[in-house]
């Protein structure tokens, strides 16, 4: 199989966590109710590629996501999974069906703009905030890891560009309220890295250290890798991706939105930098799960390899 050569570069961590994010924020923009039984083995068949953390799915309410209404079903087909299983919820509603499942990591979801957080979960950023803050207590005091999504945090569709110290005040709240890590989410692709770099330096300067953030970069205008160097420099080791580029915008047919896994993967390979990962195994997974899907990948590197070897 082709791989890349491998040259380090100055000034980058040796490893890097990978947060795998197709098996709940890809499908969840996927129209064909995927049955429980193949998301279970997606699941299994990402973890055997090397992938220690997986999102596997959402205990948001089954009307507003049917694609992830099978959480129940699904999480006792995924317990001899050997990786982190972090779940999304919305509320306490949603905690409460994940704990009652031995869920041991859970995920909130908000946003920096007030626009985003009333189509979203209609409700004010702050209204969204008060809403997470008994969920999240909850989920620490049973002794859950909480991740705090940040949508939004560069641009947004309603109001343009996002000011820095906007991103970062809703950050800091949400590690106050007792988040682990925040997931610094460019939902609309338009980050650049002089903007990624801007950021985690304000951050910083906040008191929010690099060690407590990821970045979620989406593909939109062919800047996601670029914003992960950009990241990576700074300090960041936390990186969420999607196998296959799963996800791509629920308005537009294989349109490119989520990083894709194996397009990482590829650039961390040829860098040297740690992930555990077999790109072949993952490749094919994607290959497989786009089969499912009914169209192919939206990744160039599951592209590239599969047109090769796999
Ligand atoms: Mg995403």
Redesign the pocket.
């Known amino acids: 199989m082709t791989l890349p050569m491998t040259v380090p570069a100055p000034g980058l961590p040796t490893r890097v966590r990978i947060h795998e994010?197709g098996p709940r924020?890809g499908l969840q923009n996927e129209k064909a109710l995927v049955p429980a039984a193949v998301k279970a083995e997606f699941i299994h068949r990402l973890a055997e590629a090397g992938l220690t953390t997986i999102e596997a799915t959402s205990f948001v309410h089954p009307k507003w996501l049917p694609q992830l209404a099978d959480a129940e079903e699904l999480m006792p087909l995924i317990d001899d999974v050997d990786a982190r299983l972090p779940v999304l919820v919305p509320n306490e509603r949603g905690l409460d069906r994940a704990l009652a499942l031995g869920v041991r990591e859970i995920a909130v979801f908000a946003s920096a703009t007030e626009s985003f957080a009333k189509a979203n979960l209609n409700r004010t950023v702050d209204g969204a905030l008060e809403m997470f803050e008994p969920v999240v207590t909850k989920a620490k005091d049973a002794g859950a890891a909480v991740r705090g999504y940040l949508s939004m945090c560069f641009g947004d569709p309603w109001e343009g560009p996002v000011p820095i110290s906007q991103t970062v005040s809703v950050s800091r709240r949400l590690l106050d309220m007792g988040c682990d890590e925040i997931s610094l989410?460019d939902?609309i692709g338009v980050a650049t890295p002089g903007h990624v770099r801007e950021l985690l330096d304000t951050l910083n300067e906040a008191g929010v250290a690099d060690d407590r953030l990821a970045v979620?970069f989406?593909d939109t205008y062919g800047q996601a890798l670029a914003n992960t160097l950009a990241a990576l420099e700074h300090g960041v080791t936390t990186v969420?991706a999607?196998a296959g580029g799963l996800?791509g915008c629920p308005y537009a047919k294989s349109a490119t939105?989520?990083l894709a896994t194996e397009d990482l993967v590829w650039m961390l390979d040829g860098l040297g930098i740690e992930t555990g990962v077999d790109i072949g195994r993952l490749t094919a997974t994607s290959v497989w799960m786009a089969r499912h899907l009914g169209r192919p990948s939206p990744s160039r590197t599951v592209r590239a390899l599969s047109q090769k070897e796999i």
Do not use: C, L
């Open positions: 994010v924020d989410g939902t979620h989406h969420d999607s996800g939105g989520n």
